[in-house]
Protein backbone atom coordinates (compact mmCIF):
# COMPACT_ATOMS: atom_id res chain seq x y z
CA UNK A 1 0.00 0.00 0.00
CA UNK A 2 2.40 2.11 0.86
CA UNK A 3 4.40 1.52 -2.63
CA UNK A 4 1.43 2.25 -4.50
CA UNK A 5 1.23 5.85 -2.10
CA UNK A 6 5.04 6.50 -3.21
CA UNK A 7 4.17 5.34 -7.00
CA UNK A 8 0.95 7.90 -6.85
CA UNK A 9 3.31 10.84 -5.48
CA UNK A 10 6.22 10.06 -7.94
CA UNK A 11 3.27 10.29 -10.81
CA UNK A 12 2.15 13.30 -9.62
CA UNK A 13 5.27 15.44 -8.98
CA UNK A 14 6.44 14.06 -12.75
CA UNK A 15 3.36 15.20 -14.08
CA UNK A 16 2.03 18.27 -12.13
CA UNK A 17 5.57 19.68 -11.76
CA UNK A 18 5.80 19.79 -15.82
CA UNK A 19 2.38 21.27 -15.86
CA UNK A 20 3.35 23.97 -13.07
CA UNK A 21 6.06 24.82 -15.55
CA UNK A 22 4.92 25.43 -18.45
CA UNK A 23 2.22 28.06 -16.38
CA UNK A 24 5.35 29.42 -14.55
CA UNK A 25 7.55 29.95 -17.86
CA UNK A 26 5.11 31.76 -19.16
CA UNK A 27 4.10 34.05 -16.10
CA UNK A 28 8.04 34.86 -15.74
CA UNK A 29 8.21 34.96 -19.21
CA UNK A 30 5.91 37.98 -19.62
CA UNK A 31 7.73 39.78 -15.98
CA UNK A 32 11.35 39.30 -17.17
CA UNK A 33 10.95 40.88 -20.52
CA UNK A 34 8.28 43.30 -20.05
CA UNK A 35 8.24 44.01 -16.42
CA UNK A 36 4.64 42.99 -15.95
CA UNK A 37 3.71 40.89 -13.02
CA UNK A 38 0.26 39.52 -14.80
CA UNK A 39 -2.52 38.73 -12.15
CA UNK A 40 -4.54 37.55 -15.05
CA UNK A 41 -2.23 34.35 -16.18
CA UNK A 42 -5.23 32.13 -14.38
CA UNK A 43 -7.89 33.29 -16.13
CA UNK A 44 -5.43 32.12 -18.77
CA UNK A 45 -5.46 28.33 -17.50
CA UNK A 46 -9.05 28.87 -17.36
CA UNK A 47 -10.22 29.66 -20.73
CA UNK A 48 -7.77 26.99 -22.12
CA UNK A 49 -9.56 24.05 -20.14
CA UNK A 50 -13.19 25.66 -20.79
CA UNK A 51 -12.00 25.89 -24.73
CA UNK A 52 -11.20 22.70 -25.25
CA UNK A 53 -14.35 20.98 -22.88
CA UNK A 54 -16.66 23.22 -25.37
CA UNK A 55 -15.42 22.20 -27.79
CA UNK A 56 -15.76 18.71 -27.47
CA UNK A 57 -19.18 19.78 -26.20
CA UNK A 58 -20.29 21.10 -29.75
CA UNK A 59 -18.77 17.42 -31.08
CA UNK A 60 -15.54 18.70 -32.47
CA UNK A 61 -13.55 16.23 -30.38
CA UNK A 62 -10.23 16.58 -28.02
CA UNK A 63 -7.74 17.27 -30.98
CA UNK A 64 -9.78 19.99 -31.80
CA UNK A 65 -10.16 20.61 -28.66
CA UNK A 66 -6.11 21.03 -27.91
CA UNK A 67 -5.71 23.23 -30.54
CA UNK A 68 -8.94 25.61 -29.15
CA UNK A 69 -6.85 25.62 -26.06
CA UNK A 70 -4.14 26.71 -27.71
CA UNK A 71 -5.40 29.37 -29.47
CA UNK A 72 -8.16 31.09 -27.30
CA UNK A 73 -5.99 31.93 -24.67
CA UNK A 74 -2.94 33.26 -26.59
CA UNK A 75 -5.52 35.88 -28.87
CA UNK A 76 -6.81 36.36 -24.74
CA UNK A 77 -3.15 37.39 -24.24
CA UNK A 78 -2.95 39.21 -26.87
CA UNK A 79 -5.96 41.01 -26.71
CA UNK A 80 -5.09 42.06 -22.99
CA UNK A 81 -1.84 42.89 -23.85
CA UNK A 82 -2.66 45.25 -27.26
CA UNK A 83 -6.09 46.28 -25.55
CA UNK A 84 -5.18 47.07 -21.80
CA UNK A 85 -2.22 46.51 -20.46
CA UNK A 86 -0.19 48.64 -22.83
CA UNK A 87 -1.78 51.90 -22.52
CA UNK A 88 -0.77 51.61 -19.11
CA UNK A 89 2.59 49.89 -19.27
CA UNK A 90 4.30 52.22 -17.25
CA UNK A 91 1.85 52.27 -14.34
CA UNK A 92 2.53 49.05 -12.57
CA UNK A 93 -0.37 49.35 -9.96
CA UNK A 94 -2.53 50.22 -12.75
CA UNK A 95 -1.57 46.33 -14.67
CA UNK A 96 -1.75 44.81 -11.19
CA UNK A 97 -5.99 45.79 -10.68
CA UNK A 98 -6.34 45.48 -14.11
CA UNK A 99 -5.46 42.05 -14.66
CA UNK A 100 -6.80 41.10 -11.22
CA UNK A 101 -10.15 42.71 -12.59
CA UNK A 102 -9.57 40.49 -16.09
CA UNK A 103 -9.32 37.68 -13.95
CA UNK A 104 -12.34 38.42 -12.08
CA UNK A 105 -14.55 39.06 -15.03
CA UNK A 106 -13.36 35.51 -16.52
CA UNK A 107 -14.23 33.61 -13.59
CA UNK A 108 -17.58 35.38 -13.45
CA UNK A 109 -17.98 34.81 -16.87
CA UNK A 110 -17.90 31.24 -16.67
CA UNK A 111 -19.78 30.98 -13.32
CA UNK A 112 -22.50 32.47 -15.15
CA UNK A 113 -22.39 30.04 -18.60
CA UNK A 114 -20.98 26.65 -16.81
CA UNK A 115 -21.65 26.95 -13.37
CA UNK A 116 -19.59 26.03 -10.15
CA UNK A 117 -20.07 22.67 -10.41
CA UNK A 118 -16.87 20.41 -11.97
CA UNK A 119 -16.61 19.29 -15.03
CA UNK A 120 -14.21 17.11 -17.23
CA UNK A 121 -12.29 17.27 -20.31
CA UNK A 122 -11.90 13.14 -21.68
CA UNK A 123 -8.45 12.37 -22.12
CA UNK A 124 -6.53 12.00 -25.48
CA UNK A 125 -5.57 7.93 -25.03
CA UNK A 126 -6.78 5.89 -23.04
CA UNK A 127 -5.33 2.36 -21.14
CA UNK A 128 -2.23 2.93 -18.69
CA UNK A 129 1.70 1.98 -19.10
CA UNK A 130 2.84 -0.66 -17.19
CA UNK A 131 5.09 1.85 -15.19
CA UNK A 132 5.54 2.41 -11.43
CA UNK A 133 2.24 0.37 -10.94
CA UNK A 134 0.49 1.82 -14.02
CA UNK A 135 0.09 5.04 -15.09
CA UNK A 136 -2.53 6.24 -16.96
CA UNK A 137 -1.40 6.74 -20.52
CA UNK A 138 -3.00 10.31 -20.79
CA UNK A 139 -1.23 11.23 -18.06
CA UNK A 140 1.77 10.03 -19.93
CA UNK A 141 0.99 11.74 -23.06
CA UNK A 142 0.69 15.06 -20.85
CA UNK A 143 4.48 15.01 -19.53
CA UNK A 144 5.97 13.86 -22.66
CA UNK A 145 3.78 16.78 -24.62
CA UNK A 146 5.37 19.12 -21.32
CA UNK A 147 8.48 18.36 -22.06
CA UNK A 148 8.24 18.59 -25.88
CA UNK A 149 6.77 22.51 -25.41
CA UNK A 150 9.60 23.02 -22.76
CA UNK A 151 12.27 22.19 -24.89
CA UNK A 152 10.92 23.30 -27.70
CA UNK A 153 10.70 27.10 -25.75
CA UNK A 154 14.68 26.54 -24.65
CA UNK A 155 15.53 26.19 -28.00
CA UNK A 156 13.31 28.95 -29.40
CA UNK A 157 14.66 31.25 -26.63
CA UNK A 158 18.30 30.44 -27.44
CA UNK A 159 18.66 29.15 -30.83
CA UNK A 160 16.69 31.63 -33.02
CA UNK A 161 16.37 34.92 -34.03
CA UNK A 162 13.05 35.72 -32.34
CA UNK A 163 14.31 34.25 -29.18
CA UNK A 164 17.68 36.26 -29.04
CA UNK A 165 15.39 39.09 -29.43
CA UNK A 166 13.07 38.47 -26.44
CA UNK A 167 16.58 37.96 -24.44
CA UNK A 168 17.95 41.30 -25.64
CA UNK A 169 14.49 43.28 -25.12
CA UNK A 170 14.54 41.16 -21.55
CA UNK A 171 18.62 42.54 -20.85
CA UNK A 172 17.27 46.48 -22.09
CA UNK A 173 14.60 47.60 -24.17
CA UNK A 174 16.56 50.63 -24.99
CA UNK A 175 20.06 48.65 -26.73
CA UNK A 176 17.68 46.26 -28.67
CA UNK A 177 15.56 49.02 -29.92
CA UNK A 178 19.53 50.52 -31.42
CA UNK A 179 20.08 47.28 -32.70
CA UNK A 180 16.54 47.35 -34.49
CA UNK A 181 14.59 44.97 -32.55
CA UNK A 182 10.72 46.19 -32.17
CA UNK A 183 10.25 45.72 -28.13
CA UNK A 184 6.70 45.88 -29.12
CA UNK A 185 6.73 42.95 -31.46
CA UNK A 186 8.80 40.95 -28.54
CA UNK A 187 6.30 41.85 -25.76
CA UNK A 188 3.53 40.62 -28.27
CA UNK A 189 5.24 37.25 -28.93
CA UNK A 190 5.95 36.41 -24.95
CA UNK A 191 2.46 37.35 -24.58
CA UNK A 192 1.14 34.76 -27.44
CA UNK A 193 3.57 32.14 -25.94
CA UNK A 194 2.75 32.84 -22.20
CA UNK A 195 -1.35 32.28 -23.25
CA UNK A 196 -0.53 29.32 -25.50
CA UNK A 197 1.83 27.55 -22.36
CA UNK A 198 -1.38 28.33 -19.98
CA UNK A 199 -3.66 26.95 -22.02
CA UNK A 200 -1.66 23.62 -22.53
CA UNK A 201 -1.58 24.00 -19.10
CA UNK A 202 -5.59 24.55 -18.27
CA UNK A 203 -6.37 21.53 -20.84
CA UNK A 204 -4.64 18.97 -19.14
CA UNK A 205 -5.18 19.69 -15.58
CA UNK A 206 -9.02 20.07 -16.93
CA UNK A 207 -8.45 15.93 -18.27
CA UNK A 208 -6.22 14.78 -15.31
CA UNK A 209 -8.23 16.39 -12.50
CA UNK A 210 -11.65 18.71 -13.23
CA UNK A 211 -12.18 22.23 -14.31
CA UNK A 212 -14.27 25.04 -12.36
CA UNK A 213 -13.86 28.72 -13.31
CA UNK A 214 -11.75 29.08 -10.18
CA UNK A 215 -9.39 26.26 -11.20
CA UNK A 216 -6.80 28.98 -12.39
CA UNK A 217 -6.53 30.42 -8.91
CA UNK A 218 -4.09 27.85 -7.33
CA UNK A 219 -1.84 27.28 -10.08
CA UNK A 220 -1.76 31.09 -9.84
CA UNK A 221 -0.27 31.14 -6.47
CA UNK A 222 1.63 28.29 -7.23
CA UNK A 223 3.54 29.94 -10.04
CA UNK A 224 4.02 33.06 -7.66
CA UNK A 225 6.26 30.71 -5.57
CA UNK A 226 7.87 28.95 -8.28
CA UNK A 227 9.49 32.00 -10.19
CA UNK A 228 9.74 33.74 -6.56
CA UNK A 229 12.05 30.75 -5.76
CA UNK A 230 13.84 29.91 -9.44
CA UNK A 231 14.68 33.77 -9.90
CA UNK A 232 11.86 36.26 -11.34
CA UNK A 233 12.85 36.05 -15.20
CA UNK A 234 14.59 32.93 -14.79
CA UNK A 235 13.49 30.03 -17.46
CA UNK A 236 15.41 27.37 -15.86
CA UNK A 237 14.70 28.54 -12.22
CA UNK A 238 10.73 28.12 -13.22
CA UNK A 239 11.18 24.31 -13.90
CA UNK A 240 13.14 23.29 -11.00
CA UNK A 241 11.25 25.91 -8.96
CA UNK A 242 8.34 23.94 -10.25
CA UNK A 243 8.77 20.29 -9.55
CA UNK A 244 10.16 21.64 -6.05
CA UNK A 245 7.17 23.17 -4.82
CA UNK A 246 5.13 20.13 -7.07
CA UNK A 247 6.84 17.36 -4.84
CA UNK A 248 6.19 19.64 -1.70
CA UNK A 249 2.28 20.01 -2.47
CA UNK A 250 1.51 16.45 -3.29
CA UNK A 251 3.80 15.24 -0.27
CA UNK A 252 1.26 17.58 1.80
CA UNK A 253 -1.74 16.71 0.19
CA UNK A 254 -0.70 12.83 0.57
CA UNK A 255 0.94 12.29 3.85
CA UNK A 256 -0.92 15.34 5.95
CA UNK A 257 -4.36 16.77 4.29
CA UNK A 258 -5.70 17.14 1.24
CA UNK A 259 -6.83 20.53 2.43
CA UNK A 260 -3.86 22.15 2.87
CA UNK A 261 -2.82 22.05 -0.88
CA UNK A 262 -1.19 24.69 -2.01
CA UNK A 263 0.16 25.54 1.78
CA UNK A 264 3.84 24.42 1.06
CA UNK A 265 4.27 27.00 -2.14
CA UNK A 266 2.82 29.60 -0.11
CA UNK A 267 5.57 28.71 3.21
CA UNK A 268 7.92 28.55 0.10
CA UNK A 269 7.14 31.92 -1.18
CA UNK A 270 7.82 33.94 2.11
CA UNK A 271 10.71 32.01 3.22
CA UNK A 272 12.41 33.16 -0.14
CA UNK A 273 11.37 36.10 -0.04
CA UNK A 274 12.79 36.47 3.64
CA UNK A 275 16.00 34.97 3.02
CA UNK A 276 17.00 35.13 -0.93
CA UNK A 277 14.61 37.41 -2.42
CA UNK A 278 16.53 36.74 -5.54
CA UNK A 279 15.83 33.50 -6.08
CA UNK A 280 17.89 31.05 -6.75
CA UNK A 281 19.06 31.27 -10.19
CA UNK A 282 18.70 35.37 -9.79
CA UNK A 283 17.54 37.18 -12.95
CA UNK A 284 18.25 35.59 -16.47
CA UNK A 285 15.47 37.62 -18.15
CA UNK A 286 16.23 41.18 -16.90
CA UNK A 287 14.13 44.04 -17.97
CA UNK A 288 16.16 47.66 -18.68
Known sequence: MASV???TVVVNVLLLGALYSLVAIGFTLIFGVGGVLNLAHGASITLGAYSAYYAVQFGLGIYAGAVVALLVPAVFNLALYKGIIKP??????????????????????FLAIAGAQAV????????QVPVLGGIEANRVLGFVLSWVLIGGLFFFVNRTKTGQAVLATSMSKKGSALVGIDPDRTYTYTWLIAGALAGVAGLFLGSFQSLTPLMGRNPLLLSFAIVVLGGLGSIRGSVIGAYFISLLDQLTIFYVSERLAGLAGLVVLVVVLLVRPQGLFGRELAEG
Open 5 to 7: SIA
Open 88 to 109: VGDNPVAVLILTLVMTLVVEQV
Open 120 to 127: TIPGFVTG
